[in-house]
């Protein structure tokens, strides 16, 4: 199994300051492979970041991803009050075919 | 516009089955995998298994396999999860969800609003 484990595990941060949220995983991941999402209390995840830096459909280019092999990056440049969530990272491969991050939480200070 | 649509909440009693669904709308349904993910309380994501309703071709995750059932009919759209005797520790929220469909890449670009399964006796 292809464990990720992402940090820190709670960030607190002003709006308009820069968040950067850490998955790294145990073993490497095709950069296709990984993906991240934002879940927002009481709703479903929703898709950020696909093949590890591409946005999905409709989402503001404050959210950037990045890394390659074992360490992946997620940067929300200028935090907005509705970026306060929970994200995770995702990949595909191995056995089970996906698994998540435990999550990291993005907190106002 | 594409949509996930799931059925609503339920509580049951340990034991007791239930089946519970998925209807996708806005794009061709028998062309994309539709994946299960669990949620347990103030807990994180876990992949269940996937479904390609085109076919019914089914893969679980090692955790789940044995654990509960995933189909589909896609002549109306439908997906469904479903367990044959429940215990407390299924008590989660239930999430269907959209695989991106894009050639090389792995990720659920549509997620549903998800499903609250409450077993207590």
């Known amino acids: 199994e292809i464990v990720l484990t992402q940090s820190p595990g709670t960030l607190s941060l002003s709006p308009g300051e820069r968040a950067t949220l850490s998955c790294r995983a145990s073993q490497s991941v095709s950069s296709s492979y990984l993906a991240w999402y934002q879940q927002k209390p009481g709703q479903a995840p929703r898709l950020l970041i696909y093949g590890a830096s591409s946005r999905a459909t409709g989402i503001p280019d404050r959210f950037s991803g990045s890394g390659s092999g074992t360490d992946f990056t997620l940067t929300i440049s200028r935090l907005e009050p509705e970026d306060f969530a929970v994200y995770y990272c995702q990949q595909y491969g191995g056995s089970p075919l996906w698994t998540f991050g435990q999550g990291t939480k993005v907190e106002i200070k | 516009e594409v949509q996930l649509v799931q059925s609503g909440a339920e509580v049951k009693k340990p034991g007791e089955s239930l089946k519970i669904s998925c209807k996708g709308s806005?794009?061709?349904?028998?062309?994309?995998?539709i994946g299960w993910v669990r949620q347990m309380p103030g807990k994180g994501l876990e992949w269940m298994g996937i479904i390609y309703p085109g076919d019914s071709d089914t893969r679980y995750s090692p955790s789940f396999q044995g654990q509960v059932t995933i189909s589909a009919d896609k002549s109306i759209s439908t997906a469904y999860l479903q367990w044959s005797s429940l215990k407390a520790s299924d008590t989660a929220m239930y999430y269907c969800?959209?695989?991106?469909?894009?050639?090389?890449?792995?990720?659920?670009?549509?997620w549903g609003q998800g499903t609250l399964v409450t077993v207590s006796s």
């Open positions: 806005g794009y061709s349904f028998p062309n994309y995998w």
């Open positions: 969800a959209r695989h991106i469909g894009y050639s090389g890449y792995e990720a659920f670009d549509y």
